[in-house]
């Protein structure tokens, strides 16, 4: 059987055009038994070559083109120190562009076989005495006359970069998005000097017919894997880390639980044992050393069923209690490491990391990368550019065929662009870094894989999720969560008021209130359950329970929407069977419907007789939308096993597209409830202090509205609005009492350094009393003027005058300040802030507050539709808080966009639900494929629309159907 050396595939970033799915399905047609991949100074792509390898059965030599100048260099590992070498080197060129090979190589190659075409390189190799091969390939044979003359072996390399010749024009592409040119810019050295194509056995034969030492020379390389078969662990700096494990859980029980009984010890002791046995004991370790670094956290994923993990307070919701499947985390038969992810405030994230790194040595840390790939609409996008089309063209070709539907286009050089971009679609196109990936290993990180440099300067693994958990890798996910800064701020706001909630007694879960709350979708600002679809979905049901709410968070998943119809009508009465007797202690809890990862492995267990092993491989790949050979093997699996337990054909199928609906985004229960905690958090201090929660949702943004969303729902909450204001504003949104106040923030175009200027003038010389005083006091720029005048934030200090006045006065003032070289012998009288002024206030003018709205997104005391107010007079219309007298009717509303979700329906066309609101009330609507092809323009803008509807009752949830679009006004 062949051995190919030198294949270049789409790792070769911007470079490369081989995929190495094809490539491998074609080696194995071919019969080829072993093969080096040697992509441009990069080991990126090994994993994913690794496991194209496995499964067409073909030896892998890890390998890597070294580039040295205009020359290149292989170097083909053959043992664990040849790993690390190579490594070292990549992360050393990673690291330093400038970085050469060179010098390295020739004191020290042990464990690497180097090949190059270069005459140069070989004769440098040649005068040190060390071992390098010639290498010949099909388009370039002239290192065979230096190989003859400095006695050295020959090396048979394929040198291949396309799969076809055709993917000539990709790879030109490819350079010219690397290089930001044209096609018609590009020159011949910025592509490869020789574009190869596989070549197929018959080819490769005659090729190197003439030099069958060089062929045999293939032979003698090794298929070494450097991935060890062994977990790669941090290790943790005590005498027994299983005892001090143990010793930390027992103490983590006692404040948990108070009284630890013989069921919480049970299970305890069961959980040390597996994690002791599998040598687990230094990650939970590390992990408990983590959260404590910052104030809040939430551990979630499946290890959110651990009761270790939650005496650690690495996770916060009881196992026990909620009934979370830890074998779903750990089993004695599961090989995957343990996976926790912990969410943190999402402004203290990166302090943690730093944390984290000082703790445990930069040497020994890396952050895990995303390999970002093409996506059609992106590549169409991107290979535009290098034809030369601006911006405008490439909009509006996308917009025929991405939105009106239009399969093709008629312009040849659309046809063209079109041709490439499919050919480009899933290719890796740019590595970045994964945005809570970290692992932590006990040896430098670069002796297990190369590093690369983060954006910000964090060392960075080459590989992505996968890669780096076949590697052996145990991933730590640390992650960012807005929510959880919403819950902290609202707390630290509450302590201002002198009002306290003792976290070991809060338990919100069964607080009343807040379940009647989320009974009626009453959640905007709720971690999670914010959305249009979450408070729909609260609606219809009817139940804000703990229990009923984390269903709710895992079962509203894009491919379960004929499911959730089904799972409301049996959860409202709906007379309902089992899939099958075996199923229904599986699946009670969510009335026979598949709702958790954990149940497409349980049904797997229990209908189909897989083990632990391969029911969980089975979750794997349909939750990674894996399909392809591997979801036709674990169905034949299935089915047959399904067969052999007398389990009738259309159960089993009907059971199978149940599975089916997990495919990309879904939860296991442990997450789920992970998450319903901290929702049922925020709705407790949502319903019980509205003002501090809604300002603190505000301050930290992020949420599923725009800011205006929340102001318009903190006035329906009964909140008084107040701001901004130079005198009461901070930087963030605060709240007193059932007020509050905006923060400097929400104003546009004003400087960070201004907001911390106007603060430290307060703080150093007290209030401002009127215009002239803040003049004098604050050094701002006309812009900075500007910006606060039109937001209103000058107003308290000169009521009596227009904003356009007030802004004439500031400058003016200002101005004749600047230019004042003496201080003012005679201060004017100072007023008290807050004291009673004869002044007459003077209303805003229309072109004030359209300002007002430019400068924050809404008005201050008003919803933005009194800015069409003069459009709206006359205007026959029901307001949304009256939707409820009009099912089955046709309406008329005035609706101003909240939020908009596109989708695709199964024929793959768009459709979208749009969130509108009006003065009074929130509303939802659904717009079908042909209303949205016609109205999705309208869609893009700010301005309030006249919706013309059906309204319909969706089981219990109103939702109207548009039937007609236009702008308020037209």
């Not at 370790?285 to 994923?301: A, E, F, K, P």
């Not at 969303?709 to 008084?720: D, L």
């Not at 059932?738 to 430290?760: D, H, S, V, Y």
Request: with cysteine.
């Amino acid at each position: 059987m062949e051995t190919r050396l030198a294949l270049t595939t789409s790792y070769s970033l911007l470079w490369g055009t081989m995929q190495p799915n094809r490539l491998f399905d074609q080696l194995k047609q071919w019969n080829v038994g072993k093969v080096a991949i040697t992509d441009r100074d990069s080991l990126c792509g090994y994993p994913a070559c690794r496991e194209e390898a496995q499964r067409c059965n073909i030896e892998l030599i890890c390998a890597a083109c070294l580039t040295q100048g205009s020359d290149t260099l292989y170097a083909f590992v053959q043992s664990q120190k040849g790993y690390e070498k190579l490594c070292l080197l990549l992360t050393q060129r990673a690291q330093d562009p400038s970085f050469s090979y060179l010098p390295s190589l020739l004191r020290e190659s042990d464990g690497l076989v180097l090949a190059t075409t270069s005459a140069v390189l070989l004769h440098a190799f040649a005068q040190k005495n060390l071992l390098v091969y010639a290498a010949i390939t099909p388009s370039c044979l002239k290192a065979v006359q230096t190989a003859r003359h400095l006695a050295l072996p020959l090396l048979a390399c394929d040198d291949a970069l396309l799969l076809e010749k055709e993917d000539k024009e990709v790879h030109r592409i490819l350079r010219c998005m690397d290089l930001h040119k044209t096609v018609g810019s590009l020159q011949e050295e910025d592509c490869a000097a020789q574009c190869n194509v596989l070549l197929d056995p018959d080819q490769w034969n005659q090729a190197f017919s003439c030099w069958p030492e060089a062929v045999d020379n293939t032979n003698l390389l090794q298929a070494y894997d450097p991935f060890p078969s062994s977990l790669i662990f941090p290790e943790y700096p005590v005498e027994d880390a299983a005892k001090e494990l143990e010793a930390r859980v027992l103490k983590g029980a006692e404040v948990r639980y108070g009284e630890v009984n013989d069921a919480i010890m049970e299970r305890i002791t069961y959980e040390l044992a597996i994690i002791r046995d599998k040598g687990f004991a230094p990650y939970f370790l590390v992990m408990h050393d983590i959260v404590q670094m910052s104030s809040r956290t939430c551990g979630r994923g499946s290890g959110a069923a651990s009761i270790v993990s939650y005496c650690l307070f690495i996770t916060n919701v009881d196992p026990l209690a909620y009934h979370l499947y830890f074998e779903r985390f750990l089993s004695p038969s599961r090989l995957d490491p343990p996976d926790i992810d912990v969410d943190f405030a999402w402004d203290e994230r990166d302090g943690v990391f730093a944390a984290v790194f000082e703790r445990f040595g930069i040497d020994h840390c890396a952050r895990v990368a995303n390999h970002n790939c093409f996506r059609l609409r992106g590549a169409v996008r991107e290979t535009g550019r290098c034809y030369g089309l601006s911006d405008t063209q490439i909009t509006e070709a996308e917009k025929k065929l991405f939105i009106s539907g239009q399969k093709d286009l008629d312009d040849p050089l659309w046809q063209t662009i079109c041709r490439i971009a499919t050919k480009l679609e899933g290719l890796p196109k740019e590595i970045s870094m994964h945005c809570g990936g970290l692992v932590i290993t006990p040896k430098p990180v670069h002796c297990y894989a190369p590093l690369r440099l983060s954006s910000d300067g964090y060392p960075l693994l080459a590989w992505e999720k996968e890669g780096t958990e076949m590697a052996g890798f145990v991933k730590i996910d640390l992650l960012g969560n807005r929510s959880l800064a919403v819950i902290r701020d609202t707390l630290e706001n509450l302590k201002e008021e002198e009002l306290s909630i003792d976290q070991r007694l809060w338990h919100p879960t069964e607080d009343g209130p807040t379940i009647a709350a989320l009974e009626k979708g009453d959640s905007m600002g709720v971690f999670y359950i914010e959305s249009p679809a979450m408070r729909q979905l609260q609606k219809k049901t009817g139940r804000g329970d703990f229990e009923h709410i984390v269903i709710h968070s895992s079962i509203i998943r894009p491919a379960a929407n004929k499911f959730i119809a089904e799972y409301v009508e049996r959860l409202r009465g709906k007379k309902w069977e089992p899939l099958h007797p075996r199923l229904s202690y599986i699946l009670d809890e969510t009335y026979g419907i598949l709702c958790y990862q954990e149940d497409v492995s349980k049904t797997a267990v229990a209908l189909a007789g897989f083990n632990e092993a391969d029911a969980d491989k089975l979750r794997k790949v349909i939750a990674k939308k894996a399909g392809g050979e591997k979801l036709r093997v674990y169905r034949k699996q299935f089915f047959d096993g399904c067969k052999a337990n007398a389990v009738s054909e259309q159960t089993t199928q009907q059971i199978w597209e149940m599975m089916l609906s997990f495919d990309g985004y879904s939860f296991c229960k442990p997450h789920s409830a992970s998450y319903a905690m901290v929702s049922f958090q925020s709705a407790y201090l949502r319903v019980h202090h509205p003002s501090h929660f809604m300002a603190a949702v505000l301050s930290n943004q992020g949420g599923y509205y725009r800011s205006q969303a929340y102001i318009s729902e903190a006035r329906r909450m009964g909140i008084n609005v107040e701001g901004p204001d130079i005198n009461t504003s901070r930087i963030c949104y605060h709240a007193q009492g059932n007020t509050l106040f905006i923060g400097l923030m929400a104003i546009a175009n004003l400087k960070e350094q201004t907001r911390m200027q106007i603060l430290a003038e307060r703080r150093k010389g007290g209030l401002f009393f009127d215009l002239k005083d803040a003049s004098t006091r604050l050094d701002l720029c006309r812009e900075d003027w500007v910006s606060l005048v039109e937001s209103g934030c000058c107003d308290s200090l000169g009521r009596q005058y227009r904003r356009s006045e007030q802004l004439r006065i500031l400058l003016t003032n200002a101005e004749r300040t600047t230019r004042s070289d003496q201080l003012e012998l005679f201060a004017p009288e100072k007023h008290i802030p807050g004291q009673t002024r004869s002044l007459v206030q003077v209303k805003h003018t229309e072109d004030e507050l359209h300002r007002e709205f430019s400068a924050l997104g809404f008005l201050r005391s008003y919803h933005p539709l009194l800015l069409w107010s003069s459009y709206l007079q006359g205007l026959k219309r029901v307001r949304a808080s009256e939707l409820s007298q009009y099912v089955g009717r046709y309406v008329n509303l005035i609706g101003y966009q909240i939020t908009q979700k596109q989708v695709m329906t199964k024929t793959g066309e768009s459709m979208s639900f749009v969130s509108f609101e009006d003065e009074t009330a929130l509303y939802e609507t659904v717009l079908f494929p042909d209303l949205y092809q016609r109205f999705y323009p309208l869609l893009s803008s700010l301005w309030p629309l006249v919706v013309f509807g059906l309204v319909q009752d969706d089981q219990g949830a109103l939702i109207v159907e548009v039937q007609h679009l236009k702008k308020v006004g037209s």
